[in-house]
């Protein structure tokens, strides 16, 4: 450590990097709880392939995913939950510290990129970046480790580009990085020594470079038009692109175009999970992408107000207002073009480089998310370093000190007051998505109209087991939207919850009408079939329920009760080694199935399941009697007699076990203590304390011929 604060320059650029990293977690460190919300439980906290030791192998190859129906073809993103899984158990606090710390190495690698395209106040752009109240989406909601994720990987692969091409070295020495920061001239091996020596090879660069854009893109497939960006930075130096630069981009667009046909291959099959996204044709589209655009930069500048949804818009490219923003955001590049060699050059190229990476969310592509809202903060996290960038060089240049290489007093006190603002409205943003009510009541009141919200807000309040108010935000949604699944099914549940099954069906009908794919909604309509005692219908419900899903625990022991009833006991054993199978080990399921074996006759195996279930449930006196019925049929006397002693230290007044008793006794050959049973059943039935007393005059009969035997003796 000694050695590393011998040299100024190394002193201070390690000291700025503990800082910028402080920075960054310290603001998001709210977001770090044990919670999830929206879709962390589809993509997190419920996926079964992140349990199964296989489901490496279906989360890499795409057909497999296609069967788990994971909804993105991401693969890097979800093996990192499978490792996840098998060290921490999923732990949803330390996955969301995973999300801070990726976010914070994220602005290290953007200042250590930003120096090395020159770009004035590279820091103060990173540090921008760090505690911006636009990240905060990305970083506190776990499924959005897709943008936290790729965005290291993505920073690095264009970093490594860069020194390929042996870009900014010069300029760099010649203006201090351009960085406020900086106390000398950087490390020529490589930006400060941050990355390793054995990337000095040319063709060793190239191809790291190369390979952390395929993981980026396996991460997250939106950092797609990345392979644009080396043609910008291509023009930024030279002024013109190349035919080398062309050359050496080419991989990265036939890797972009490979992986990005994958993603959409899986969403066309897979990720829209049946339901249209958007139904704006495309100059509707084309119109609202300059909508989105002015959305994103008005957010940046001014990040209040900030929501999980926003409003969505209806842009009729019939009217010409629609065009306005879309124009004017031409109007500006031609500008910057026409001014190229001044002011226009840093502006185009920044616009440049965010326009093409927010261009795979713009409208053009379908995504779910569009459903709800055109927009999103977590969109444009990816982009939002570029126009960061442009402001901070734009300060640094205006607020340069008499050297030209560092930042006024002025300049920095400015910038802390910025930094110091924003920090504060994060860590405030932050803090919402410790409390999924509060995130949610959040989103409403920016954006009452807007159905997933409320249907949100309801799981929110159901999880909270406050039931009649969340039976308020789904009626609420679904005044609202009425093909709305989610909100039919909460619904239900919320009804049933609070015994309201009667009332519970018709919305558990409505959901699997909005979307008869989801094997929840078939589910909890054949359960509450089954309580009202409509069982044929259930029977059918809990048969749809096993077509979508055959691994249902709880649908094939339901359904294993029901066709028992009926005395269908063969298929009521499939049933029930099912629920076994799938994970349902309690003592009931143990039970039945040793009654349904009993009865076709496997006493051998039906003893296993009624001792598995008595070892769940020791003091189920009913299976300890049935257990010792079997036992006695089988001349197991003094088993079903130990079993039978042990039932009545639990229930000492049931006839019932009483005369079960007796006949252990009689069967083995004890008359005197059969008779002494069954007179204490007689006397207990005789007396009505049992529910379950046997007739008083079949315990009479069964006393007589008792002591006939007796008398009689063995013959």
């Given amino acids: 450590m000694n050695d590393v604060f011998a040299r100024p320059s190394r002193a201070k650029t390690l000291l700025a990097m503990m800082v910028l990293a402080a920075m960054a977690c310290a603001v998001h460190w709210p977001a770090v709880h044990d919670g999830g919300i929206w879709d962390d439980n589809h993509y997190v906290t419920e996926n079964p392939t992140l349990r199964d ?3 490496l192998w279906d989360i890499w190859n795409i057909r497999g995913m296609k069967e788990t129906k994971l909804m993105n073809y991401f693969p890097l993103l979800f093996t990192t939950w499978w490792i996840e899984y098998r060290l921490t158990g999923l732990d949803m606090t330390i996955g969301h510290a995973i999300n801070v710390l990726l976010h914070a190495l994220s602005a290290l690698i953007l200042w250590r990129f930003l120096k090395r395209l020159s770009v004035g106040g590279a820091w103060i752009a990173a540090a921008l970046f760090a505690v911006h109240p636009v990240t905060v989406e990305s970083v506190a909601w776990l499924s959005e480790r897709k943008n936290t994720l790729s965005m290291p990987l993505f920073l690095l692969s264009m970093l490594l580009f860069l020194r390929f091409e042996g870009s900014g070295a010069a300029a760099a020495d010649a203006d201090g990085g351009g960085d406020p920061t900086a106390g000398s001239a950087p490390n020529k091996r490589g930006p400060a020594g941050f990355l390793p020596s054995f990337l000095g090879s040319r063709p060793v660069t190239y191809a790291a470079s190369l390979l952390l854009f395929v993981l980026a893109l396996l991460a997250k497939t939106s950092v797609v038009t990345l392979p644009v ?9 030279y002024g013109r692109v190349r035919p080398k630069d062309l050359l050496h981009a080419a991989p990265f667009f036939a890797v972009a175009l490979l992986l990005g046909l994958a993603t959409m291959y899986h969403e066309w099959n897979v990720g829209q999970l049946g339901v249209a996204a958007r139904y704006e044709g495309f100059w509707s589209r084309l119109a609202a992408s300059g909508w989105c655009v002015w959305f994103y930069l008005y957010k940046l500048v001014l990040p209040w107000g900030l929501s999980m949804v926003y409003p969505r818009w209806n842009v009729d490219p019939a009217s010409a207002v629609a065009w306005l923003p879309l124009l004017g955001l031409l109007a500006l590049a031609v500008a910057a073009w026409c001014w190229r060699t001044g002011w226009g050059r840093p502006v185009l190229a920044a616009l440049g480089v965010y326009v093409a990476l927010l261009l795979p969310v713009l409208g053009f592509l379908d995504i779910g998310y569009f459903g709800h809202s055109l927009v999103s903060d ?9 126009p960061l960038a442009l402001a901070a060089a734009a300060g640094f240049r205006l607020f340069r000190g008499s050297n030209r290489t560092t930042v006024s007093g002025t300049g920095i006190a400015i910038a802390a007051v910025v930094l110091a603002a924003l920090s504060s409205l994060t860590w405030a943003r932050a803090a919402l998505y410790e409390s999924p009510e509060a995130l949610w009541r959040d989103a409403l009141g920016k954006n009452p109209n807007s159905w997933i919200v409320h249907t949100r807000l309801g799981s929110a309040l159901t999880g909270q087991g406050r039931f009649k108010e969340a039976i308020e935000r789904f009626r609420e949604a679904l005044e609202l939207h009425q093909d709305n699944y989610d909100a039919h099914h909460n619904l239900g549940i919320a009804l049933a919850e609070l015994d309201r099954h009667g009332e519970a069906i018709e919305p ?7 979307n008869p794919t989801q094997y929840e909604g078939h589910f909890h309509l054949a359960l509450t079939l089954q309580i009202q005692g409509h069982h044929e219908e259930a029977i059918a419900e809990y048969l749809e329920t096993l077509a979508l899903k055959p691994d249902h625990a709880n649908a094939n ?9 009926q005395g269908r006991h063969l298929d009521a054993l499939v049933h029930f080694r099912r629920a076994l199978e799938f994970g349902l080990t309690d003592a009931a399921t143990h039970h039945n199935l040793a009654d349904c074996l009993v009865v076709v006759g496997r006493s051998d195996d039906a003893i296993v399941h009624y001792l598995h279930s008595i070892r769940l449930a020791p003091d189920d006196v009913e299976t300890r009697g049935k257990v010792a019925a079997v036992m006695v049929s089988r001349g197991e006397h003094d088993q079903a007699i130990e079993h039978l002693v042990a039932a009545l230290r639990v229930a000492p007044r049931s006839a019932l076990l009483h005369l079960g008793l007796a006949d252990a006794h009689a069967a083995a050959g004890r008359l005197d203590e059969a008779i002494a049973a069954a007179k204490r059943a007689l006397e207990l039935a005789v007396a009505v304390l049992d529910g379950h007393g046997a007739p008083a005059e079949q315990i009479r009969a069964r006393i007589a011929r008792f002591e006939q035997e007796r008398r009689v003796g063995p013959r």
Avoid: D, T
């Fill in 378 to 386: 977590h969109f444009q996290y990816a982009s939002m370093w570029s």
């Fill in 557 to 565: 022991y339901n359904l294993g009760l029901l066709i028992l009833a």
């Fill in 229 to 237: 960006l080396l043609l910008v930075f291509a023009w930024w130096r």
């Fill in 53 to 55: 030791p296989g489901g």
């Fill in 508 to 514: 558990f009908r409505a959901a699997v009408a909005c």
